[in-house]
């Protein structure tokens, strides 16, 4: 990340606290630009709390870790994306506060050590993976711990109150304000977690070349591959001997196409370290070789050089993270290499390809176009 270009004031009421705390944020994301009312109402609540030692799961840029860091006895934060990881690292420095961040695709791989947890779900999170983060962060606490769960409708608040009555220990609502309710869970002696996410395998055929693509829920067409991929994969050439970047990789469809048709040497890299896991395991169930990396756009491969680059871009992100992406992608790209990467016919990304000095279309789908670009 070259640039966290949003900077966040929160002012402090409280006694025994600080007057002000201050966070970085960018583009990528939830809530860059204002600070999010579910975190603030588990902050207000849980600030004169004895919680002991803390989670934060998907803990965004920071804002809920950094602060109890200054009233728990230790905190630890987890995020699936590597953007984000940064961001509250940054912010764990800037304030000066202890506290630990991990990038972690499975909550139930930390020591089952924790006394509290306080999550807030993100907008357009799918409930089944909300749910499985409640129940794989139950696991993780020490018998009789709380967890702490705010939420409103938009971020599937019914369905986790159903979800903590059926396996919490007990549920206790100890906020409602401005749509959100804070709830507090307690985890029951023995617990197991029930499992609500499985990973599954599409075997689509591009090109004569059957894949085992393996996929969950909430990464970027976990159904099927999308006709904008396959497009790509239509349209691109590589030759024997080619060192290959399949980047913002998602499950790996582009990498684990380019490993089983070419013999070449193909790197995957992708922000999110669930998209990872899934693109190894989609690499070993197709039987190809290829080495992932999870990293903010081409930080994982800074330093490297490429002879063919090819994406289907987080349109979503933002403009900064696709600033930074195509920026990273001219400079790991040879002098003479090729970036192939195909678009929505309805977005424009020719103010992110300033720094290329050949730009042309190679094929038109139904929706889709798949464009060249050269340093």
Request: charged letters at 25%.
């Amino acid at each position: 990340m070259r640039h966290a270009p949003y900077e966040l004031a929160l002012e402090s009421h409280v006694t025994d606290a600080r007057s002000q705390y201050l966070f970085h944020t960018a583009d990528g994301v939830v809530s860059k630009q204002s600070f999010r009312d579910a975190e603030l109402l588990i902050l207000e609540s849980l600030w004169d709390r004895e919680l002991g030692h803390v989670l934060c799961p998907q803990a965004n840029y920071g804002v809920v870790g950094v602060i109890l860091a200054d009233t728990a006895d230790s905190v630890e934060m987890t995020e699936t994306s590597a953007r984000a990881s940064r961001l509250c690292e940054r912010n764990v420095r800037e304030n000066d506060v202890e506290a630990s961040v991990s990038l972690r695709a499975d909550l139930t791989t930390l020591e089952p050590k924790f006394d509290t947890v306080a999550y807030a779900p993100k907008r357009y999170t799918p409930i089944t993976v909300g749910k499985q983060r409640i129940a794989d962060a139950l696991s993780v606490l020490r018998p009789g711990g709380s967890l702490y769960l705010a939420a409103s409708k938009e971020t599937g608040l019914n369905r986790y109150e159903e979800q903590l009555c059926d396996i919490a220990g007990s549920v206790t609502c100890l906020a409602d304000r401005n749509g959100y309710r804070l709830f507090e869970a307690t985890r029951p002696r023995v617990f197991e977690p029930p499992s609500y996410v499985t990973f599954r395998t599409l075997e689509p055929t591009v090109a004569g070349e059957g894949l085992q693509l393996v996929t969950t829920p909430g990464l970027f067409a976990a159904d099927g591959l999308d006709d904008g991929t396959r497009l790509l994969l239509e349209s691109s050439t590589v030759e024997e001997g080619d060192r290959v970047l399949d980047i913002a990789c998602g499950y790996g469809a582009i990498g684990t196409y380019v490993a089983l048709a070419v013999d070449c040497e193909v790197w995957l890299s992708d922000d999110d370290v669930v998209a990872t896991s899934c693109a190894k395991r989609s690499l070993r169930a197709s039987g190809a070789e290829g080495t992932v990396v999870t990293a903010d756009c081409t930080e994982g491969v800074a330093g490297a050089t490429f002879d063919k680059v090819f994406s289907n871009p987080p349109t979503y992100a933002g403009n900064g993270v696709l600033s930074e992406l195509f920026a990273g992608v001219h400079d790991v790209l040879a002098p003479d290499g090729e970036l192939t990467f195909v678009r929505h016919e309805a977005l424009s990304l020719r103010e992110h390809l300033s720094q290329f000095s050949v730009v042309e279309r190679l094929r038109t789908g139904r929706e889709h176009e798949v464009v060249c670009a050269r340093p």
